[in-house]
Nanobody, 121 residues
Framework: VQLQAFGGGFVQAGGYLRLSCEAS????????MGWYRQAPGKERELVAH???????NYADSVKGRFIVSRGFAYNTWYLQMNSLQPEDSAVYYC????????????????WGKGTQVTVSS
């Protein structure tokens, strides 16, 4: 299973970016999907999370600015980031709990390699 994140880049403060993540491989289903970020010298932190049922939760620092959503395809999800601030600069990682086609009795966590988001002041 591979998770590939797209959409990072460089933007000025107040701008927006949309990240997408696509999972591929021998997948039966994908349960929870999320986005994390890690800034230099800091621990990786949860940014946003969406369940298979569509329930979402967000870090306090991004509430009202970021929106996590699932795509029409079962293996894609997005992070719309609005009103970006310099403190949002980080490497963003997508994450998902994946049920493999050959092991349907449990879900396993997988991570993408990350995409850089840089917000200038």
């Amino acid at each position: 299973v591979q998770l590939q994140a797209f959409g990072g880049g460089f933007v000025q403060a107040g701008g927006y970016l949309r990240l997408s993540c696509e999972a591929s491989g021998d997948i039966f289903s994908i349960n929870n999907m999320g986005w994390y970020r890690q800034a230099p010298g800091k621990e990786r932190e949860l940014v946003a999370h969406i369940t298979s049922g569509g329930s979402t939760n967000y870090a306090d620092s991004v509430k009202g600015r970021f929106i996590v959503s699932r795509g029409f395809a079962y293996n894609t999800w997005y992070l719309q980031m609005n009103s970006l601030q310099p403190e949002d600069s980080a490497v963003y990682y997508c994450n998902a709990d994946v049920v493999l086609a050959w092991r349907k009795n449990r879900a396993m966590p997988y991570w993408g390699k990350g995409t850089q988001v840089t917000v200038s002041s």
